[in-house]
């Protein structure tokens, strides 16, 4: 019995340890614990890089600036105003007879432009020029008489006294061939008022009366109106500060050259010159009236028409001119975004007169330096910009935009 066991207890089962299996299940639960830390308890990973908003190109137009001739020009809101307006009245009254123009008919001086019935005034002439002749045979039959009393008189066969009376019979009735005469040609004048022609040469306006109609000398209404169109003036207001340079450029040589533009400034209607300026400022608007000639051969310009007119009034040749558009205005002054190696920069500037859209640099910009024209609402001093080529395409910033070189 007892070498049995001794033989049991020396067999490989009995003599086998229980330290590996514990091994294995304490790695089993390190290897559960670390996955279960990895995927649930471990912080996440910081994400990958990206881009602030500063980092991102802002698209941009830019234009260059130019050396070119620039002229000063002041800019003023104009009337077409006609030299000579006239109101055609008839000067006797009567029935108006015929018209002999249309309504917007351009007549020319001394044209016929419309007839009242001459009959009743040639009776009154014809009147006059009777009682003319009746007093023309008494004034010979008393020349006559006073030619004999003087050969009598000589003879002295009659009195002084009646001499005399014969003389003053003369001349009284010589008095009243001129009154006749007065009344006559008055009665001529007055028939001729029957044909009324065109004071001056113009356009005709809307008709008032008919013919057929009686119409009274003088009426205030009149028969229609004539206006004149070629030439016209324009009339027009400077601001004080620019009288200087107005009353030097009309003191000039050669008047200084006028433009009337269209009311919304895309079309120049007439090319004309500064013909005359008042005599005083305006004290309640502090501006100067003005007044423009325009030959206006093609009847671009209508009377009372509201236009745009452009005054020059010097040059400036070889100046450096940027659009105005792309000045800016601010605490510091006038400034423009200028490109430098892709990104914008501030540049301070003094600016001299703008017109036409362009704006005269004196100082801070050279000619050929890029200045940004639009997409300024998102610049800054050192921001990255994309430049966009196409001209007169509006940029829009944009997250995708690639980095500018």
Not at 115 to 122: A, K, M, V
Not at 248 to 265: F, M, V
Not at 307 to 317: A, C, G, I, T
Request: hydrophobic residues 40%; proline residues 7%; aromatic residues 4%.
């Amino acid at each position: 019995m007892q070498s049995d066991r001794h033989v049991q207890a020396n067999t490989p089962a009995a003599r086998q340890s229980p330290w590996p299996r514990r091994a294995l299940w304490v790695a089993l639960l390190l290897g559960t614990g670390f996955a279960a830390w990895w995927f649930l308890l471990r912080p996440p990973a910081p994400p990958p890089a990206t881009r602030g908003p500063w980092d991102i190109p802002i698209p941009v137009r830019v234009e260059t600036a130019l050396v070119e001739d620039f002229t000063v020009q002041a800019r003023a809101v104009g009337t077409v105003s006609p030299y000579n307006t006239v109101t055609v009245r008839s000067r006797v009254d009567g029935q108006l007879a015929r018209v002999l123009v249309r309504e917007g008919q351009k007549v020319t001086k001394g044209q016929l432009l419309a007839e009242i019935d001459p009959e009743p005034l040639r009776v009154a002439l014809s009147q006059a020029q009777g009682q003319q002749q009746q007093n023309q045979a008494q004034l010979r039959n008393a020349e006559s008489e006073l030619a004999r009393y003087d050969m009598l008189f000589k003879r002295d066969a009659v009195a002084r006294q009646v001499l005399d009376r014969q003389a003053a019979l003369v001349q009284q009735l010589r008095g009243t061939l001129k009154s006749d005469q007065a009344q006559v040609d008055n009665a001529q004048l007055q028939l001729s008022y029957t044909r009324i022609v065109a004071p001056i040469a113009g356009r005709v306006g809307l008709r008032r009366v008919d013919a057929g109609n009686l119409i009274s000398a003088n009426d205030a209404n009149g028969l229609f109106t004539l206006t004149q169109t070629q030439p016209v003036s324009v009339v027009f207001n400077v601001p004080e500060p620019l009288v200087a340079d107005v009353r030097a450029a009309h003191d000039g040589k050669t008047p200084p050259q006028a433009e009337a533009w269209d009311r919304d400034n895309r079309a120049r209607l007439a090319l004309g010159r500064l013909d005359t300026l008042d005599n005083q400022i305006d004290a309640a608007t502090a501006t100067l009236r003005l007044k423009a000639r325009f030959e206006n051969a093609d009847d671009a310009l209508f009377p009372n028409q509201f236009v745009n007119v452009r005054l020059s009034l010097r040059q400036l040749p070889g100046a450096i001119t940027i659009p105005t558009d792309a000045v800016q205005h601010g605490s510091r002054g006038s400034y423009v975004y200028v490109i430098v190696e892709g990104k914008a920069r501030v540049r301070d500037l003094s600016l001299g007169p703008a017109s036409g859209g362009r704006t005269v640099v004196t100082k801070g910009l050279a000619a050929g330096e890029p200045v940004v024209l639009e997409g300024l609402d998102r610049l800054e001093d050192g921001r990255a910009v994309n430049i966009v080529q196409q001209a007169g395409q509006v940029p829009v910033a944009s997250p995708l935009a690639p980095d500018a070189k």
